[in-house]
């Protein structure tokens, strides 16, 4: 007869993913008890969620896998569920004071553009007179700093509150602007929630119209963090028209819908490259893929941004394209995006 361990428990429970998440549940910290009682066991969890379904299915993944384990007989699964609401004491998704629209730029993968388009994103509302602010949160690879040309690094006033570093008419913060020159960021998960939420509710936004974070790509602890502390008006999703980015863009897409965070639309990055000299249109990375998947999804395909060389330089020489070329095909199309994203969120 096997003998049971908390050790094998929590090997078992290592194979559940929180819904939506690339992390599982014993990495998120919500296993706070393995109780073994001959061949029964009981685990106890907390979850902070307002979604009934998101602990439901906790329940059953987790009441699976330890019931699979060789040796038990009976699996209790126990949830102390805390609601996120302001109302119940504990931090929840809120508001950020002074800041209207809180937007997510992000992606299933890296490689796709994401910064790229967050950031010209960001200055094609600017142009269109709104209030804009640019959150870098991809802690470990932040790109925002080299995109805006600066390395200035942000003040902060008496009440230890962050000032904003400005370019372009934009607010910006990343962690790039606190780090050396080449040096990489070493955190571990507490940190990177501290760092988060930090950037999030103790950075001098307002007033603005739209802040628009730059997720990393992925599922994983920033994205959690953010859904759980601040109150999104909806989320991006970043793609490119192959279809090993649109199966990551799919994960991406089902994590807010999992948090219940809407999601505004697609937009489909490297969608296709003029040539110069003669006009000819080249489809690198397929063709259709972003038109396809948003109609799968139920949401808009917002943009289809070409390919350009100037685009990459404009990233590399901390230029957006947006701002320094707005009628050209690519400033155009963001500006596109950004009248199409004001619609669905002003009604204008």
Not at 79 to 98: E, F, K, N
Not at 223 to 228: F, G, K, P
Not at 297 to 303: A, H
Request: proline residues 6%; aromatic residues 4%.
């Amino acid at each position: 007869m096997d003998v049971l361990t908390e050790a094998a428990i929590r090997a078992a429970l290592q194979g559940v993913k929180y819904p939506g998440f690339s992390r599982d549940i014993v990495s998120f910290g919500l296993v706070k008890q393995i109780m073994i009682h001959g061949a029964d066991v009981v685990v106890q969890m907390n979850l902070t969620t307002g979604e009934p379904r998101v602990a439901q299915q906790i329940r059953d993944d987790a009441t699976a896998a330890i019931n699979a384990v060789p040796g038990v007989r009976r699996a209790e699964v126990r949830i102390d569920i805390q609601a996120p609401a302001q109302a119940a004491g504990v931090p929840g998704p809120a508001r950020i004071d002074g800041v209207r629209h809180v937007i997510a730029v992000a992606s299933g993968k890296g490689g796709v553009g994401k910064s790229t388009v967050a950031a010209n994103l960001a200055v094609a509302l600017n142009g269109l007179g709104a209030r804009v602010g640019l959150l870098d949160c991809d802690l470990y690879g932040p790109s925002i700093p080299l995109m805006f040309g600066t390395t200035e690094r942000p003040m902060a006033d008496d009440d230890n509150t962050i000032i904003p570093v400005e370019r372009d008419g934009l607010k910006l913060m990343s962690m790039g602007f606190l780090l050396e020159e080449g040096s990489p960021a070493v955190l571990r998960g507490p940190m990177v929630t501290r760092y988060t939420q930090q950037f999030l509710k103790q950075t001098a936004w307002a007033p603005l119209d739209y802040l628009i974070l730059d997720l990393p790509p992925g599922t994983g602890d920033i994205q959690l963090t953010i859904v759980q502390t601040i109150a999104l008006s909806g989320a991006l999703i970043v793609t490119t028209p192959q279809e090993v980015a649109l199966i990551d863009a799919r994960k991406a897409t089902g994590m807010f819908q999992k948090t219940n965070v809407p999601v505004l639309g697609l937009i489909e990055n490297m969608s296709y490259f003029l040539c110069p000299s003669d006009g000819v249109r080249y489809d690198i990375f397929g063709q259709g893929g972003g038109e396809r998947e948003a109609a799968r999804l139920k949401v808009p395909l917002l943009g289809q941004i070409p390919i350009e060389i100037a685009l990459r330089e404009s990233g590399d020489i901390g230029r957006p394209l947006v701002a320094s070329d707005p009628t050209g095909a690519v400033g155009q199309e963001f500006a596109k995006v950004a009248r199409a994203l004001r619609k669905q969120l002003e009604g204008i």
